[in-house]
């Protein structure tokens, strides 16, 4: 079993469902990730090339069903998730999600513009928020629509890295400061900046060792900035 004050605010190189089993029962406040959709990852023929990864591949169902049984194990009662998505995998995360939530609900990641193309274009993704039985009512004027524009081809590093400013908005609505926020699929390490910025804990679980460098460096930086600003 892994000691949870010895790997929080870290990243670590694994498999994250092996990683997962490791953890203690309730010691999760926060679920946040943007994990494979299934199909081979060609991340809407942008423009820029990435490398094909294996891990992009198709993930079979019976590998989510033991993912959320972990995430069931290490929520805590009072906890919510975050699960990126998209029209062809959300019932079978909703499915997964229904048994062991008091609510689901989707929210619409509206990306503003829609790619360039032919037929109907790309311009959203979904994120299912659910609510374990304790969860307190959250007071808000929000609407479920998010508006907000993605990180440019360009500069991003890695294919599927969402926006700072979205992630910290999901972490904000859901959590206090020093709850802890974990990331099973983090990819670049967006989720942990957004959690060190906004004052939360983080654990986050990636499987391309180049990705978990990238995410190191950003979640270093993003540190030592928050410290500057504290004049620590």
Known sequence: ?????????????GDCLEIMKQLPD???DL???DPPYFLPAQHYQTRKRFKRNFSDLGILETFYKLIFEQIERIIKDNGSIYWFCDGQSYSLFYYYLYFFTKSLRPLIWDKVNAF????WRHQHELIIW??????KPIRTGDGDIIRIAPVKIDDRQHPA??????????IDKSTEKDTIVIDPFIGGGGSAVAAIELGR???GVELSPEYYAIANKRIAAAKAQCKLELGV
């Open 1 to 13: 079993m892994l000691n949870i004050d010895e790997i929080v605010d870290t990243i670590i190189c």
């Open 26 to 28: 309730k010691c999760i």
């Open 31 to 33: 679920v946040l990730t």
């Open 116 to 119: 360039n193309g032919y037929g």
């Open 130 to 135: 659910a609510e374990m039985p304790e969860s």
């Open 161 to 170: 890295e969402k926006p700072i400013e979205l992630f910290k908005k999901l």
């Open 201 to 203: 804990r983080f654990i």
